[in-house]
């Protein structure tokens, strides 16, 4: 299994290659302008795609279940939950 800082890393070095490495290879009368955009571009996307990634790391919203939907997952996982309402009485 891919370790956990592997994906970061991967994104990292290429959006790093696209905002530190390609603004060297600009050319033409508008170099200052590509040079700046192709910066703008790495930074902001790279950022975009972090915030995107953490944000799957530890969601803040879950899915909503009823009742009977744990209890079919459970009972399908072979975790079968006995009913809390008969358990009860």
Known sequence: MVDSYVAPLVITCIWAFVGIICPFFARGPSK???QCCLMLTAA???LFWLCCYMTQMNPLIGP???RNEIM????EWGHEIKNVIDSMH
Do not use: D, F, M
């Open 72 to 75: 079919i997952i459970a009972k």
């Open 32 to 34: 200052g302008v590509t």
């Open 64 to 66: 909503r279940l009823s």
């Open 44 to 46: 902001t996307c790279w």
